[in-house]
């Protein structure tokens, strides 16, 4: 059986600039992966590539067992990949609810995204309690929930989180690792950018270690926690 999704060998980059070397990842139905890394190892450029908003130079990227390599980024979250990024890009002016629906209306017809904001609502009571807020006066925490509870909105097959405890105080940290172990259980499938390593190694199953563009290991989030290089390089022990 072919994994849900697979990036195999891809090269990707800006313009002359290549980024991505050979980078091959998967992940199964049901799995929670990360994608771990220093600043600027190329992280969001994968997390772009696989949701569509740029083109691998080589290689292939499969979603249930299709090639969405040239498939346009708007199809891609039509067939259910979708991509939580670190700028959150929130309609501040709008409502939480607003901005909720906003994730959907692309993908779902009406009846489906009321049931989908039912959804997310039972994820997130917080946000059922805020939702004629304003996203722009929503707390930091509290907006990177809505901009997570947004990309579920479509009903995702697979959720592309980036970065998603930058900026945050611990124990805002702790809520926004909280709400992704509960989709997690709700059974969805989720790739993860962190540079937050133990926390995330201690919630995921298995995970990618990145730098200048290259995978250098992958293995179980436990093997990970206990590697070597892991400790040194990213959690400092
Ligand atoms: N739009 C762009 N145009 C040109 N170069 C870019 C662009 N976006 C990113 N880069 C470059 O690509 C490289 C990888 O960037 P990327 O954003 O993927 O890193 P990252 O691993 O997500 O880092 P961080 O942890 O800081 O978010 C960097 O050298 C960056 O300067
Ligand atoms: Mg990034």
């Given at each position: ?33 990360c ?74 017809d ?28 929503m707390?930091?925490g ?9 990309g ?20 805002v ?6 709400a ?22 201690r ?25 070597e290089h892991?400790r ?6």
């Open positions: 059986m072919a994994a849900l999704l697979e990036v195999e060998h891809i090269n990707a980059g800006y313009g002359f600039l290549q980024v991505l070397w050979d980078v091959s990842l998967k992940v199964e139905e049901g799995e929670f992966v994608l771990l890394g220093a600043n600027g190892a190329g992280k969001t450029t994968t997390l772009r590539t696989i949701a569509g908003f740029l083109k691998p130079t080589a290689g292939d990227i499969r979603f249930e067992g299709k090639s969405i390599a040239k498939t346009p980024a708007y199809q891609i979250s039509q067939m259910g990949i979708s991509f939580v990024s670190e700028s959150l890009n929130l309609f501040t002016n709008m409502s939480v609810r607003e901005n909720l629906l906003l994730g959907a209306y692309r993908v779902l009406k009846k489906k995204q009321l049931e989908a904001l039912d959804f997310v609502f039972s994820l997130f009571p917080r946000l059922k309690e805020r939702e004629r807020q304003l996203a722009g006066t707390s930091g509290e907006r990177k929930m809505l901009a997570i509870a947004r579920m909105m479509s009903m995702p097959k697979l959720l592309l989180v980036d970065e998603p405890s930058l900026g945050l105080a611990p124990q940290v702790v809520a926004v690792f909280e992704l172990q509960t989709l997690r259980k709700e059974g969805v499938t989720i790739l993860l950018v962190e540079q937050n390593v133990p926390s995330t190694l919630i995921t199953d298995r995970g990618y270690v990145m730098e200048y563009g290259k995978i250098v290991l992958e293995g179980p989030s436990k093997e990970l926690m206990n590697n892991v040194v390089a990213y959690m400092g022990i």
